[in-house]
């Protein structure tokens, strides 16, 4: 009886944190109650954004722990290139990229006139991102960067800098900050820029006065462009060479690095490492690239600068080439071979 009781008494306490938890929550990102969002809403107001817009978007927010535990487990198991692959590289994504290419195909080549990049990156882009649009995130954006700037036990100054930047560029551009939707951290529209990045590369590529990157695949496509031209990419040049090597990874080489290319060829030629196609030169320096699949084996592929700028979008090496893949069986699909 008294282990009964005991459990009742526990179970009760509990409960109340809960509900006590909860109220505060309710409430937590109310500036009336919450001197850093009135401090923050304070420097967004002597900027020229409404003071009473501000207030009612911070006390519409919601803090949403499961956020936080998204955040705490994004670091997932390391996945071998063919797992990784698998997710992306399907028949009715390259399929769906065809048809968003066909269209988009003016804002496509346009981009690439303008810009340098190529249109099947751009799409692939957007194919791996949101898959071309239908799933640009289930997460309420002004919940999730309300949660992590106020709540992130580390990295809370750099989510209050994106929750600043997403009132701005919501309030600014007369857009209810409540009715947008991302990533559980942030990460908004057709190609889930975060919103300082939304602030530093959209552009309004169809002139209509707005950089809407929630609702224009045109300003998407333009904007990714210039992303990367930003961000120093080389038009013309291919984004990876296929190489042939060694069965044993040779350990002297920097493998799967997100860096600038640093390894010249003639340094993987002394390990056994060539390309395999491509016009490259022993002086010219590569990223090089090890891919493991379930059976052991190894693919070598020499990644180009614009392999580097691929991994700026996403600092993994998967990540640029599950881009270029889908952007190669795009590109192929495109000229009928698929």
């Known amino acids: ?19 006590a938890t909860s109220a505060q929550a309710a409430d937590d990102f109310d500036p009336a109650s919450h001197p850093e969002v009135r401090s923050m809403l304070e420097t ?6 409404p003071r009473d817009q501000l207030t009612s978007a911070m006390r519409a927010a919601r803090y949403r722990p499961q956020v936080l535990d998204a955040m705490s487990h994004a670091a997932e198991r390391r996945l071998r290139w063919d797992e990784y692959r698998d997710i992306f590289i399907q ?21 690439e006139r303008t810009y340098g990049v190529p249109p099947e990156v751009i799409v692939a882009i957007l194919g791996v991102e949101t898959q071309y649009g239908s799933h640009k995130g289930s997460h309420r954006v002004l919940d999730s960067l309300s949660t992590l700037a106020f709540h992130h036990p580390t990295r809370g100054d750099f989510f209050r800098g994106e929750l600043m930047a997403f009132l701005e560029i919501t309030l600014g551009q007369g857009v209810d900050p409540e009715s947008q939707y991302g990533s559980y951290a942030g990460a ?3 190609p889930q820029f975060i919103p300082t ?67 010249s060829v003639r340094a993987l030629a002394q390990v056994g490492i060539q390309p395999t196609a491509g016009s490259l030169q ?15 084996h190894v693919r070598y592929v020499l990644g180009r600068y614009n392999f580097y700028v691929i991994t700026r979008y996403n600092h993994s090496h998967l990540y640029a080439m599950a881009v270029a893949t889908l952007a190669q069986h795009i590109q192929t699909a495109m000229e009928g071979g698929a």
């Open 282 to 296: 022993p002086d010219d320096e590569v990223m090089p690239l090890a891919l493991d699949f379930a059976d052991g």
């Open 44 to 49: 967004l107001a002597q900027q020229g954004l």
């Open 91 to 111: 028949p009715e994504r390259v399929h769906q990229g065809v048809a968003f290419f066909e269209a988009n195909r003016e804002a496509l080549m346009r981009a």
């Open 188 to 190: 908004m529209g057709y």
């Open 197 to 263: 990045s939304y602030q530093a590369y959209a552009v309004d590529f169809d002139d209509d006065g707005l950089k809407d990157l929630w609702n224009d695949p045109v300003d998407a496509i333009g904007s990714i462009a210039n992303y990367f031209s930003e961000h120093g990419w080389r038009r013309n040049q291919a984004v990876l060479v296929e190489a042939s090597g060694p069965a044993i990874l040779p350990p002297s080489i920097p493998f799967n690095r997100t860096e600038p290319p640093a390894t």
């Open 1 to 19: 009886m008294k282990t009964y009781r005991a459990g009742i008494i526990v179970l009760a306490l509990w409960t109340g944190l809960v509900i």
